[in-house]
Protein backbone atom coordinates (compact mmCIF):
# COMPACT_ATOMS: atom_id res chain seq x y z
CA UNK A 1 0.00 0.00 0.00
CA UNK A 2 1.20 3.40 -0.52
CA UNK A 3 2.52 5.55 2.48
CA UNK A 4 1.25 9.48 2.73
CA UNK A 5 1.70 11.34 -0.49
CA UNK A 6 3.04 15.04 -0.41
CA UNK A 7 3.31 17.29 -3.67
CA UNK A 8 5.23 19.60 -4.77
CA UNK A 9 8.23 18.06 -2.94
CA UNK A 10 10.46 21.27 -3.17
CA UNK A 11 8.86 24.79 -3.60
CA UNK A 12 10.28 28.29 -4.11
CA UNK A 13 8.29 31.42 -3.45
CA UNK A 14 8.71 34.86 -2.90
CA UNK A 15 7.59 36.45 -0.21
CA UNK A 16 3.59 37.88 -0.67
CA UNK A 17 3.24 35.17 -2.73
CA UNK A 18 0.30 32.30 -1.84
CA UNK A 19 0.91 28.49 -2.08
CA UNK A 20 -1.20 25.55 -1.85
CA UNK A 21 0.45 22.05 -0.61
CA UNK A 22 -1.26 18.70 -1.25
CA UNK A 23 -1.35 15.72 0.47
CA UNK A 24 -2.87 12.17 0.48
CA UNK A 25 -3.92 10.06 3.15
CA UNK A 26 -2.82 6.39 3.34
CA UNK A 27 -5.96 4.34 1.75
CA UNK A 28 -8.94 3.82 4.34
CA UNK A 29 -7.55 6.67 6.32
CA UNK A 30 -10.16 9.61 6.92
CA UNK A 31 -7.84 11.91 9.55
CA UNK A 32 -5.20 14.14 7.96
CA UNK A 33 -3.43 16.67 9.97
CA UNK A 34 -0.72 19.12 8.91
CA UNK A 35 2.47 20.44 10.78
CA UNK A 36 4.81 22.97 10.04
CA UNK A 37 8.94 22.07 11.03
CA UNK A 38 11.50 24.83 10.76
CA UNK A 39 14.59 23.63 10.49
CA UNK A 40 16.17 22.52 13.97
CA UNK A 41 13.09 22.07 15.38
CA UNK A 42 10.17 19.80 16.12
CA UNK A 43 7.13 19.96 14.35
CA UNK A 44 4.15 22.13 14.93
CA UNK A 45 0.50 21.64 14.63
CA UNK A 46 -1.27 23.55 12.31
CA UNK A 47 -4.80 21.61 11.48
CA UNK A 48 -6.26 18.56 11.99
CA UNK A 49 -9.27 17.71 9.36
CA UNK A 50 -11.16 14.34 9.84
CA UNK A 51 -14.09 13.70 7.51
CA UNK A 52 -14.02 16.84 6.25
CA UNK A 53 -14.30 18.65 9.39
CA UNK A 54 -11.98 21.04 11.11
CA UNK A 55 -11.37 19.11 14.26
CA UNK A 56 -8.47 21.09 15.54
CA UNK A 57 -5.94 24.16 15.12
CA UNK A 58 -3.03 25.51 16.33
CA UNK A 59 -1.08 28.38 16.71
CA UNK A 60 -1.16 29.87 13.65
CA UNK A 61 -2.27 33.11 11.87
CA UNK A 62 -4.83 32.86 9.62
CA UNK A 63 -3.30 33.17 6.40
CA UNK A 64 -3.07 29.53 6.87
CA UNK A 65 -6.14 27.78 5.73
CA UNK A 66 -7.03 24.11 4.94
CA UNK A 67 -9.47 21.82 3.42
CA UNK A 68 -10.46 18.32 3.22
CA UNK A 69 -11.98 16.67 0.38
CA UNK A 70 -15.02 13.58 -0.06
CA UNK A 71 -11.75 11.26 -1.19
CA UNK A 72 -10.17 12.90 2.32
CA UNK A 73 -7.27 14.23 0.22
CA UNK A 74 -6.39 17.63 1.29
CA UNK A 75 -4.61 20.84 0.69
CA UNK A 76 -2.60 23.43 3.06
CA UNK A 77 -2.98 26.85 1.69
CA UNK A 78 -0.49 30.02 2.80
CA UNK A 79 -1.46 33.39 1.89
CA UNK A 80 0.59 36.47 1.78
CA UNK A 81 3.78 34.38 2.37
CA UNK A 82 6.74 36.00 4.60
CA UNK A 83 10.47 34.64 4.99
CA UNK A 84 9.43 32.84 8.20
CA UNK A 85 7.14 30.61 6.23
CA UNK A 86 9.96 28.73 4.71
CA UNK A 87 10.23 25.15 6.26
CA UNK A 88 9.39 21.44 5.85
CA UNK A 89 5.26 21.37 5.92
CA UNK A 90 4.31 17.63 6.73
CA UNK A 91 0.94 15.98 6.16
CA UNK A 92 0.02 12.86 8.60
CA UNK A 93 -2.82 10.58 8.10
CA UNK A 94 -4.79 7.79 11.03
CA UNK A 95 -7.49 5.99 10.76
CA UNK A 96 -9.38 6.62 13.45
CA UNK A 97 -11.03 9.93 14.70
CA UNK A 98 -9.63 10.74 17.94
CA UNK A 99 -8.84 7.62 19.06
CA UNK A 100 -6.24 6.78 16.31
CA UNK A 101 -2.77 7.49 18.27
CA UNK A 102 -0.43 6.38 15.12
CA UNK A 103 -0.48 8.87 12.86
CA UNK A 104 1.65 8.13 9.56
CA UNK A 105 3.70 10.91 8.15
CA UNK A 106 4.18 11.55 4.49
CA UNK A 107 8.14 12.93 3.51
CA UNK A 108 7.26 16.60 3.45
CA UNK A 109 7.40 19.36 1.65
CA UNK A 110 9.87 22.11 1.72
CA UNK A 111 9.06 25.52 1.30
CA UNK A 112 11.41 27.85 0.73
CA UNK A 113 10.26 31.62 0.93
CA UNK A 114 12.54 34.15 -0.81
CA UNK B 1 0.32 24.71 27.90
CA UNK B 2 1.37 21.38 26.74
CA UNK B 3 5.63 21.18 26.23
CA UNK B 4 8.23 18.25 25.72
CA UNK B 5 11.82 18.98 26.51
CA UNK B 6 14.78 17.04 25.30
CA UNK B 7 18.35 16.81 25.82
CA UNK B 8 20.16 19.38 22.92
CA UNK B 9 22.28 17.62 20.50
CA UNK B 10 23.75 16.21 18.62
CA UNK B 11 24.48 12.90 20.35
CA UNK B 12 27.81 11.12 19.15
CA UNK B 13 28.48 7.42 20.08
CA UNK B 14 30.63 4.35 19.09
CA UNK B 15 28.33 1.68 17.53
CA UNK B 16 27.41 -0.71 20.19
CA UNK B 17 27.50 1.69 22.81
CA UNK B 18 24.03 2.66 25.33
CA UNK B 19 22.11 5.11 24.38
CA UNK B 20 20.05 7.32 26.66
CA UNK B 21 17.86 10.76 25.43
CA UNK B 22 16.29 12.66 28.04
CA UNK B 23 12.56 13.48 27.82
CA UNK B 24 10.34 15.78 29.78
CA UNK B 25 6.78 17.02 29.25
CA UNK B 26 4.95 18.84 31.10
CA UNK B 27 0.79 18.45 30.08
CA UNK B 28 -2.52 19.18 32.00
CA UNK B 29 -3.74 15.86 31.76
CA UNK B 30 -3.22 12.30 31.06
CA UNK B 31 -1.19 12.29 27.67
CA UNK B 32 0.35 9.46 25.49
CA UNK B 33 3.74 9.62 24.70
CA UNK B 34 5.64 8.71 21.57
CA UNK B 35 9.10 8.46 20.34
CA UNK B 36 9.10 9.15 16.63
CA UNK B 37 12.57 9.05 14.54
CA UNK B 38 13.70 11.02 11.42
CA UNK B 39 16.31 9.56 8.73
CA UNK B 40 17.62 11.81 6.39
CA UNK B 41 15.14 13.41 4.28
CA UNK B 42 12.20 11.23 5.50
CA UNK B 43 9.05 11.66 6.95
CA UNK B 44 8.68 11.12 10.70
CA UNK B 45 7.96 7.19 11.60
CA UNK B 46 6.60 6.16 14.99
CA UNK B 47 9.00 4.31 17.14
CA UNK B 48 7.40 3.44 19.97
CA UNK B 49 4.65 4.77 22.27
CA UNK B 50 3.01 4.08 26.12
CA UNK B 51 -0.02 5.65 26.39
CA UNK B 52 -0.20 6.00 31.15
CA UNK B 53 1.77 5.57 33.91
CA UNK B 54 4.92 3.11 33.89
CA UNK B 55 3.84 1.71 30.20
CA UNK B 56 7.19 0.65 28.26
CA UNK B 57 7.01 0.94 25.03
CA UNK B 58 9.35 -0.49 22.99
CA UNK B 59 10.78 -1.37 19.45
CA UNK B 60 13.36 -2.59 17.53
CA UNK B 61 15.61 -2.41 20.68
CA UNK B 62 14.40 1.03 22.11
CA UNK B 63 12.99 1.43 25.04
CA UNK B 64 10.77 4.00 26.98
CA UNK B 65 9.08 3.74 30.33
CA UNK B 66 6.30 6.28 31.47
CA UNK B 67 7.07 7.78 34.04
CA UNK B 68 4.29 9.84 35.80
CA UNK B 69 6.04 10.60 39.12
CA UNK B 70 9.06 12.85 37.00
CA UNK B 71 7.21 13.35 34.19
CA UNK B 72 9.78 12.09 31.85
CA UNK B 73 10.20 9.31 29.22
CA UNK B 74 13.57 8.91 28.32
CA UNK B 75 14.58 7.14 25.33
CA UNK B 76 17.01 3.87 25.61
CA UNK B 77 18.67 1.60 23.66
CA UNK B 78 21.83 -1.29 24.72
CA UNK B 79 23.67 -1.39 21.66
CA UNK B 80 23.19 1.49 19.30
CA UNK B 81 24.05 0.51 15.24
CA UNK B 82 25.43 3.02 12.54
CA UNK B 83 21.54 2.85 10.98
CA UNK B 84 20.34 4.02 14.21
CA UNK B 85 21.74 7.20 13.08
CA UNK B 86 19.05 10.06 12.91
CA UNK B 87 16.77 13.02 14.54
CA UNK B 88 14.78 11.58 17.46
CA UNK B 89 11.45 13.11 18.72
CA UNK B 90 9.76 13.12 21.93
CA UNK B 91 6.19 13.93 22.02
CA UNK B 92 2.80 13.66 23.55
CA UNK B 93 -0.69 14.01 22.78
CA UNK B 94 -3.67 15.02 24.89
CA UNK B 95 -6.41 12.41 24.85
CA UNK B 96 -9.81 14.89 23.38
CA UNK B 97 -12.43 13.28 21.59
CA UNK B 98 -12.11 14.04 18.13
CA UNK B 99 -8.74 15.54 17.77
CA UNK B 100 -5.34 13.97 17.62
CA UNK B 101 -2.41 16.64 17.62
CA UNK B 102 0.91 15.97 18.58
CA UNK B 103 3.06 18.22 20.99
CA UNK B 104 6.50 17.46 19.59
CA UNK B 105 10.02 19.24 21.41
CA UNK B 106 12.81 19.85 19.62
CA UNK B 107 14.45 16.71 18.55
CA UNK B 108 17.79 14.90 19.29
CA UNK B 109 20.20 14.16 16.54
CA UNK B 110 22.02 11.09 16.77
CA UNK B 111 25.26 10.23 15.22
CA UNK B 112 26.76 6.51 15.74
CA UNK B 113 30.30 6.18 14.44
CA UNK B 114 31.66 2.88 13.02
Known amino acids: DAGVTQSPTHLIKTRGQQVTLRCSPISGHKSVSWYQQVLGQGPQFIFQ???????GRGNFPDRFSARQFPNYSSELNVNALLLGDSALYLC?????????????FGSGTQLSVL | GNSVTQMEGPVTLSEEAFLTINCTYTATGYPSLFWYVQYPGEGLQLLLKATKADDKGSNKGFEATYRKETTSFHLEKGSVQVSDSAVYFC?????????????FGSGTRLQVQP
Open chain 2, 91 to 103: ALSERTTGRRALT
Open chain 1, 49 to 55: YYEKEER
Open chain 1, 92 to 104: ASSDLQGGGEKLF
